[in-house]
């Protein structure tokens, strides 16, 4: 090595002013890059009017076959309902004739019960709690109100 110190410091500003042209050229990249990316990103974020027209046409099928499922699920429901109450009107029928034990009046008013409470709430559509037991206590009062009606012939039933 030079002892030399006018070398050494020559030596020094070289290697200084080259880690500091280094660290400048870093800078710049990092700018660049960070510009580069701010552009991407906002270049991203816009939205053409061809976009807009894409984003409403896929809304408007969305909610086309939105509607098409409902009215679907609202026949399948009709249709299964007016099924079920046909019958409701045949178990009701069953249950009334005198012959009918009681066993068979049992099972008679527990589908009844089910088909009930499965389609009671047409609002909602959800199943509600209506028991066997209260079923059973307005099928009496009917009976018992038509058997005063013939009694007293007031015609009402």
């Known amino acids: 090595m030079n002892s030399d ?3 050494s410091a020559r030596i020094r500003s070289i290697q200084s002013a080259a880690a500091a042209r280094r660290k400048k050229r870093e800078d710049a990249e990092a700018a660049e890059a ?3 990316q701010k552009a991407e990103a906002e270049r ?5 009017p061809r976009d807009l027209e894409r984003q409403a046409q896929a809304q408007a099928n969305w909610d086309y076959w939105g509607r098409i499922y409902k009215q679907d699920q609202d026949r399948d429901y009709r249709e299964n309902r007016s099924a079920a109450i046909k019958e409701m009107a045949n178990l009701k029928a069953e249950w009334d004739q005198p012959e009918t034990t009681e066993t068979r009046r049992q099972h008679i008013l527990r589908m009844y019960g089910e088909l009930y409470r499965k389609y009671e709430n047409v609002e909602t559509r959800r199943p509600t709690t209506t028991s066997d037991d209260t079923i059973l206590a307005h099928w009496n009062s009917e009976k018992r109100k038509a058997a005063l009606a013939r009694i007293y012939g ?3 039933v």
């Open 44 to 48: 991203r974020q816009q939205v053409s």
């Open 5 to 7: 110190p006018l070398v």
């Open 34 to 36: 960070a510009r580069k």
């Open 154 to 156: 007031t015609g009402k």
